[in-house]
Nanobody
Framework: QVQLLESGGGSVQAGQSLRLSCAASGPVIWVNTMAWFRQAPGKQRELVATIARGGAKDYIPAVEGRFTISRDNAENKIFLQMNSLQPEDTAVYYC??????????WGQGTQVSVSS
């Protein structure tokens, strides 16, 4: 079973930036559409951004223009550059392949906390 390991989270102030990384133990990054998800306290997990095999990217409106998803197939990693962070971005962030429905298996995630 492929394992995904998210890292790069932390505690920052509003307006600052973080770069999240997701490393896979198997050849999953380059064969799938990959995505970042997040789960804020008391809320359902939500899709944040996707990157297709061909490189097409999509974002939810709340992060459009502030977050950038990218992939490095050679390193078997995806990234999420998060700029102009806001308190509402506070959540645990996860990566996963995305096939149109919410995945059922998750890694440990990485915590992002943004204070005002």
């Amino acid at each position: 079973q492929v394992q995904l390991l998210e890292s790069g989270g932390g505690s920052v102030q509003a307006g600052q930036s973080l770069r999240l990384s997701c490393a896979a133990s198997g050849p999953v990054i380059w064969v799938n559409t990959m995505a970042w998800f997040r789960q804020a306290p008391g809320k359902q997990r939500e899709l944040v951004a996707t990157i297709a095999r061909g490189g097409a990217k999509d974002y939810i409106p709340a992060v459009e223009g502030r977050f950038t998803i990218s992939r490095d197939n050679a390193e078997n990693k995806i990234f999420l550059q998060m700029n102009s962070l806001q308190p509402e971005d506070t959540a645990v962030y996860y990566c996963n392949p995305y096939r149109g429905t919410m995945p059922t298996s998750w890694g440990q995630g990485t915590q992002v906390s943004v204070s005002s």
